[in-house]
């Protein structure tokens, strides 16, 4: 169960959110927990999860270790800061920064060279859902950038399927549809990397999550677990969210 909270809270509000939340997960044991702040509290969020089942993840990962790269953090920086997750690819990403399935790429490949587990983002626009091509886009998105990774490097990755029509929207994919997609991602994987690795692959839902949605896309069989925005955010929500 992962949240992102995507351009929101600062170093204070991080750690008032984590003295609040993390009693309430101390004992939840079924999943592991993934905090994507933005960068400039990853310090404050490691610190507070200091000794707990709560792991810390960046929002985004730079596909170089270091350099000219204005705006961006790398893998060792991560790791120095003590993160352990990156989503990577997430729909904001692709629609206001220019990110593509070749640059996807490049970053999960880094992530995974400096020990990061990738939270990989996959999702199709409301107008591509309505003109039938939801399972077009899925493939070329997974063609295009995971398909590059080996079989190893697989293995160490989470995909996360949201289609970018239900993220901030309120609109939440029904279980139904969501596990449809989840179900065309499980198929090209069992294309590309086999049986195990599809059966192995987890596969999150993002998009409206809320607590009071969790307990039925969780019940289909192909969702995993959750990428959660908005209702990560505060600390009752996503525990309520994590212990579904
Ligand atoms: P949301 O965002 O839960 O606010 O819809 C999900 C996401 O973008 O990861």
């Known amino acids: 169960m992962a ?28 999943c592991e927990i993934v905090i994507c702040p933005p960068f400039t509290n990853l310090a404050a969020a490691v610190g507070a999860v200091r000794g707990s089942n709560i792991r810390v993840g960046a929002q985004n990962i730079a596909w170089a270790k270091e350099g000219a790269f204005t705006g961006e953090i790398s893998g060792p920086m991560l790791n120095a800061v003590g993160a352990t997750h990156a989503i990577i690819g997430h729909s904001e990403r692709r629609q206001y920064f220019g990110e593509t399935d070749e640059t996807v790429l490049k970053r999960t490949q880094a992530a995974l060279e400096f020990g990061l587990t990738p939270i ?12 039938g091509k939801t399972e077009a886009v899925l493939t070329a998105q997974f063609q295009k950038g995971i398909a590059g990774l080996t079989e190893q490097q697989f293995a160490k990755i989470i995909i996360a399927y949201e289609p970018v029509w239900a993220i901030g929207t309120g609109k939440t994919a029904t279980p139904e549809i969501a596990a449809d997609a989840h179900k065309v991602i499980r198929a090209q994987v069992r294309q590309k990397f086999g ?32 990428l959660v925005g908005g209702a990560s955010l505060e600390a009752a929500s996503f525990a309520s969210i994590v212990n579904f």
């Open 120 to 131: 990989v983002c996959v999702g199709e626009l409301l107008a591509e859902r309505e003109s």
């Open 195 to 226: 049986a195990d690795a599809a059966g192995a692959v987890r596969i999150l839902y993002g998009g409206s999550v809320k607590p009071d949605n969790v307990k039925s896309l969780m019940a289909q069989p192909d969702i995993d677990g959750s």
């Open 3 to 30: 949240g992102n909270w995507k351009m929101f809270k600062t170093p204070a509000e991080t750690q008032s959110f984590f003295e609040k939340f993390r009693p309430l997960v101390e004992k939840s044991e079924h």
